[in-house]
């Protein structure tokens, strides 16, 4: 009965490998989003789908390409993994019609080697 | 561009005492000021949040405060217990569609 699940939640890679992390929500509701936290805890935007439309993309490389399948979902590939690409990267999802708060996934931990 | 300033970055402090956090934002047009708990290995969990037609929201032993005039929103946590021991994040949105972190504060109750 989880709100907001991402798979997987740990993610070891070699550089120039190509990932996907999945995610989920089953709360209904319409926005969801990507955000990366790097080593020191900096929580920052990547990406915000309303509707499974692409409202922002906060300057992100494109070799991240997010893909809303439906409202329900929001999976984040990315191609030509760097060293810099490691970090917690977490989904989360909102009601925005009605102003009310952003659920967080657990968390993918990736690691570019 | 937009900025959140959160401090302190570590807090400790002695069980039952108080606890206050302080962020400052730079965008006016920001409405709402969530603040997240994040556990170790878990995503962040919304504690409070505020909308900028408040002043002042309580909830039990959690309280937050806002002056908009000043652009300063604060967290208040009295009477601390261990479990309260966290990474604590203040937050500010003027568009529904993203929210701008603060760096974070590493919380510590000491029994």
């Known amino acids: 009965d989880t709100a907001v699940s991402q798979t997987p939640k740990y993610l070891v890679t070699q550089m120039g490998n190509d990932k996907s992390i999945k995610c989920e929500q089953n709360?209904?509701?319409?926005?969801m989003y990507w955000y990366k936290q790097d080593s020191k805890k900096f929580l920052k935007i990547m990406f915000s789908?309303?509707?499974?439309?692409?409202?922002i993309n906060e300057t992100v490389p494109n070799r991240f390409s997010p893909k809303s399948p439906d409202k329900a979902h929001l999976n984040l590939h990315i191609n030509s993994l760097e060293l810099g690409d490691s970090a917690v990267y977490f989904c989360a999802s909102s009601q925005v019609d009605r102003g009310t708060e952003a659920f967080f996934g657990q968390g993918t931990r990736l690691t570019v080697v | 561009g937009e900025n959140v300033e959160q401090h302190p970055s570590t807090l400790s402090v002695q069980e039952g005492d108080s606890a206050v956090i302080k962020c400052t934002y730079s965008d006016s047009a920001s409405n709402y000021f969530p603040w997240y708990k994040q556990e170790l290995g878990k995503g962040p969990q919304l504690i409070i949040d505020?909308?900028?037609?408040?002043g002042e929201k309580k909830d039990q032993r959690i309280a937050v405060t806002l002056n908009k005039t000043a652009k300063h929103f604060s967290l208040h946590i009295t009477e601390t217990q261990p479990e309260d021991s966290a990474v604590y994040f203040c937050a500010a949105s003027g568009s529904s569609y993203k929210l701008i972190f603060g760096s974070g504060t590493r919380l510590l109750v000491r029994p």
């Open positions: 789908y309303n509707n499974k439309e692409l409202i």
């Open positions: 709360l209904g509701h319409d926005t």
């Open positions: 505020i909308r900028s037609n408040v």
